[in-house]
């Protein structure tokens, strides 16, 4: 009887737990969109990438992320906010999302460092998950500080499976967020928000983003509607945007 009682409660507590974070990360969302960081749409997207982060649910978090993969800079807003939430959750802002590669970094140290007399080694591992807009499997690495400085030889030796990076990525900040709202902060979104300047260099990253598929769009009709000499001509009216878009 004490055994299943213990159970019972364990399988309680874990619901209770699984609802707690659940009701923060839609708060959260709802403080998001309330200041129009991101819109209807992508706070029911928030909700779901925070859920298969939680539930370690790899697939999902492919489709979510593949969703961009014809406008990666359409996810600018959205991953900005992400990645705001989980740097705040982790006290680890090296999350980052380029749209300019499509691609997504996660990543977080899965154990604590250890000072050690006579060594620069800590003995801390980092567990670090790429998610790409285009369709590629997710890769993760292991003990990587920063996959983006690896050469591609290095990077393989150190890749592991992204199940299991996902899984000690999803351990860490479970914890984390349950720290957080064991400690009466899950109330104080004021650590979450964007602050104003890089807000204000978020928007115009995705505006830059979204005039330079418009003007790609263009160039490529005139250069096909036009002769040789003719789209010299347009080229040289139009050398100011050709310059700031790099086409």
Not at 18 to 41: E, G, K, P, T, W
Not at 214 to 238: D, M, P, V
Request: charged share 25%; net charge neutral.
């Amino acid at each position: 009887m004490q055994q299943i009682t213990e159970e019972y409660l364990t399988m309680k507590n874990d619901t209770i737990t699984h609802s707690a974070i659940n009701a923060f990360m839609a708060d959260l969302a709802d403080q998001y969109r309330h200041r129009n960081v991101i819109n209807d749409a992508e706070r029911k997207i928030f909700i779901d990438f925070f859920d298969a982060l939680f539930t370690s649910e790899i697939e999902t978090l492919k489709r979510l992320v593949e969703g961009y993969g014809s406008a990666p800079e359409d996810g600018i807003m959205i991953f900005a906010a992400l990645c705001r939430a989980i740097g705040v959750i982790l006290n680890d802002y090296s999350n980052s999302y380029s749209w300019t590669e499509g691609k997504l970094y996660l990543g977080t140290v899965t154990r604590a460092a250890q000072s050690r007399p006579y060594s620069k080694f800590t003995g801390e591992e980092r567990h670090s998950l790429v998610l790409f807009v285009d369709g590629r499997a997710p890769t993760a690495f292991k003990n990587c500080r920063d996959d983006r400085l690896r050469g591609a030889a290095d990077a393989q030796s150190h890749v592991v499976c992204a199940s299991e990076a996902l899984e000690q990525f999803a351990r860490v900040l479970a914890e984390s967020a349950l720290s957080l709202i064991a400690a009466g902060r899950s109330d104080d979104f004021t650590p979450f928000e964007i602050p104003p300047h890089m807000l204000k260099h978020i928007i115009g990253q995705r505006q830059y983003a979204i005039s330079k598929r418009t003007f790609a769009a263009e160039f490529a009709r005139e250069q096909a509607a036009r002769g040789k000499i003719s789209f010299f001509w347009w080229c040289l009216q139009n050398k100011g945007k050709i310059e700031q878009f790099g086409l």
